[in-house]
């Protein structure tokens, strides 16, 4: 196996080792605020909208990045 | 070898996002069921992630050059439209209104998010693949979250 398909491989492995544990630890999130008693939904909710809207921004900037590294 | 790879990379995926999503169904049963809002920012925020993760790889493999510029352009267009739409529904759930009485413009912002010319297109690296697919799959799983 040449190495720029080892490489291709690890990659492919980094992206699941990130994904899978985020969407797990995003589903125990919801359980375990499900299961405590007098949990503030609405607070929490304000926080996922904020966290998701933080990382659209930060897609955005690193396109605008590679964009302008392109000169595209 | 590239395909191969990629198949089971991406059936690995697949395996991950149903266990999240049987996590989410079977373990209510002690408490309500999370309102229909939540679920659909839970979603939307699951999304936001591995489309930023699938930014990063299109990047980190064009610097590395094993991806060519003009597909990494391609597929940067398509993520940059995923985090402006996942944005649009952010915001659409901010607005106040009742949840019913936004699904459709939810819907729409979501409806055109896909990206299976890109994904039918061959050569590309297993790792893009599987970023691509489980964007997909995560966009179709935040539509159904929104319901009809």
Redesign the interface.
């Given at each position: 196996m040449n190495p720029q398909t080892l490489l291709l491989i690890f990659r492919g492995v980094e992206l699941l080792a990130t994904l899978g544990p985020l969407a797990l630890a995003e589903a125990m999130k919801i359980r375990d605020l499900l299961q405590a008693p007098g949990s503030d939904i609405t607070a929490e909710l304000k926080a996922i909208k904020n966290g998701a809207v933080a990382a659209a921004d930060e897609t955005l900037a690193m396109i605008a990045a590679w964009r302008a590294e392109q000169g595209l | 070898?590239?395909s191969r790879?990629?198949r089971l990379?991406g059936a690995?995926?697949i395996v991950?996002?149903l266990?999240?999503?049987t996590?989410?169904v079977k373990?209510?049963s002690?408490?309500?069921?999370?309102?229909a809002?939540?679920?659909v920012?839970?979603a939307?925020?699951?999304l936001?992630?591995?489309?930023?993760?699938a930014?990063?790889?299109a990047?980190?493999?064009?610097r590395?050059s094993?991806l060519d510029?003009g597909t990494?352009?391609e597929i940067?267009n398509y993520?940059?439209a995923v985090?402006?739409s996942?944005?649009a529904v952010?915001a659409l759930?901010?607005d106040g209104r009742p949840l019913d009485d936004k699904r459709a413009d939810i819907r729409a912002a979501l409806a055109t998010l896909s990206n299976a010319g890109l994904l039918q297109k061959g050569g590309l690296?297993?790792?893009v693949v599987?970023?691509l697919t489980?964007v997909q799959l995560l966009v179709e799983e935040a539509l159904k979250e929104v319901g009809p």
């Open positions: - | 070898m590239y790879v990629a990379l690995a995926v991950a996002v266990a999240s999503q996590a989410c373990t209510p002690t408490g309500p069921p999370a309102p809002e939540y679920r920012a839970q939307v925020a699951v936001v992630e591995a489309n930023k993760t930014t990063e790889v990047i980190s493999l064009n590395s094993v510029r990494t352009a940067l993520t940059e985090a402006r996942a944005k952010l759930l901010d690296p297993p790792a599987t970023a489980t």
